[in-house]
């Protein structure tokens, strides 16, 4: 069985911050790229951060720049994003994606994604 899982979602109140993690199951992540994507109720997803296999390059959305950290260890087979000042538009299921390289939007494997919730 091959797949990614997601945790470390919640609930939080403008402002606060949340730690995902992106775990391999049944396969190293040490050749794979990873991308956070999130998708809102009614609204298209929207890619949020990658890392490259090495984690030598990372990117983000103008919309999570300065507030979002990706990282990985690959000893720990997982990937790490880092929200920090959440707004209420950070509200969406996040999910991760393993693919070859960042950007080229071609996903070998998918998570079951996990809620994020930012609200007063």
């Known amino acids: 069985q091959l797949h990614l899982v997601e945790s470390g979602g919640g609930s939080v109140q403008p402002g606060g911050s949340l730690r995902l993690s992106c775990a391999a199951s049944g396969f190293t992540l040490d050749y794979y790229a990873i991308d956070w994507i999130r998708q809102a109720p009614g609204k298209e997803r929207e890619g949020v951060s990658c890392?490259?296999?090495?984690?030598?390059?990372?990117n983000y959305a103008d919309s999570v720049k300065g507030r979002f950290t990706i990282s990985r260890d690959n000893a720990r087979n997982t990937v790490y994003l880092q929200m920090n000042s959440l707004k209420p538009e950070d509200t969406a299921v996040y999910y991760c994606?393993?693919?070859?390289?960042?950007?080229?939007?071609?996903?070998?494997?998918w998570g079951q994604g996990t809620q994020v919730t930012v609200s007063s």
């Open positions: 994606a393993a693919g070859r390289l960042c950007e080229k939007y071609e996903y070998d494997y």
């Open positions: 890392i490259s296999s090495s984690g030598g390059y990372t």
